[in-house]
Every structure is written in structure tokens, then in C-alpha cells.
Nanobody, 123 residues
Framework: QVQLVESGGGLVQAGGSLRLSCAAS????????MAWFRQAPGKEREFVAG???????YYADSVRGRFTLSRDNAKNTVYLQMNSLKPEDTAVYYC?????????????????WGQGTQVTVSS
């Protein structure tokens, strides 16, 4: 059974940092794209960052320069380092993977999802 398990969420003050982790089990995603999405209350789930197997990273404009995505294929884990957090970053953050090496921003094109981890940024 394939599972993506996120961790690292929590409550932080504006300007602070958090590091999210997503550990995959059941299969390797070393040749496929993995990404982070987020969903704030009352809003649609949106793309945050993604990485293809070649190490190319893609970011939403709202987080570029503040968030950094990395992956450790040996551990089948991806990380999202979030710095200079803002109250508008408050959301449930989801890890996702798809059976393709291409990073895309559409949620429907990701087959595997984690359960989500809450990130709350206080002002």
C-alpha cells in the first residue's frame, strides 16, 4: 500500500520558519514528480512547489524566494523548508506524487496524496 505521510506542521509567528517532511512508503518515487499543495479554509487547493526527478524545482509566485523544496531519494522523502512565513501561508499542506516525471500544478493530475499537516502563522 502506497502512503505519503507529512510531518513538521505547527504554529509559528510571522517571520518564522518551519520544515515539512513527506515520507513515502510502498513504492519509490525517485523517477517521478513530487509536489506540495496547500488549502486554506474556504479556498481551493493550490500548488506550492514541485520537483522532478532531475532536481528541477518549480514554485508558486507567492512562495518563490521563501520556500525551498528538496528531496532525498534514498529516504524516499521530500522536504519543504519554509522561511519568512506570513499569515497568508496558513493552510493545510499536502504532499502529492504522480506517475510521471513532469511537475504540473493541477491537483487532478496527482494520484497519490498525504493526509495533510496544518501550518498556522500568527501575526
Amino acid at each position: 500500500q502506497v502512503q505519503l505521510v507529512e510531518s513538521g506542521g505547527g504554529l509559528v509567528q510571522a517571520g518564522g520558519s518551519l520544515r515539512l517532511s513527506c515520507a513515502a512508503s510502498g513504492r519509490s518515487f525517485s523517477t517521478e514528480a513530487m509536489a506540495w499543495f496547500r488549502q486554506a479554509p474556504g479556498k481551493e487547493r493550490e500548488f506550492v512547489a514541485g520537483m522532478n526527478p532531475y532536481g528541477d524545482t518549480y514554485y508558486a509566485d507567492s512562495v518563490r524566494g521563501r520556500f525551498t523544496l528538496s528531496r532525498d531519494n534514498a529516504k524516499n522523502t521530500v522536504y519543504l523548508q519554509m522561511n519568512s512565513l506570513k499569515p497568508e501561508d496558513t493552510a493545510v499542506y499536502y504532499c502529492a506524487a504522480r506517475s510521471s516525471p513532469a511537475v504540473v500544478t493541477k491537483t487532478a493530475l496527482y494520484y497519490y496524496w498525504g493526509q495533510g499537516t496544518q501550518v498556522t502563522v500568527s501575526s
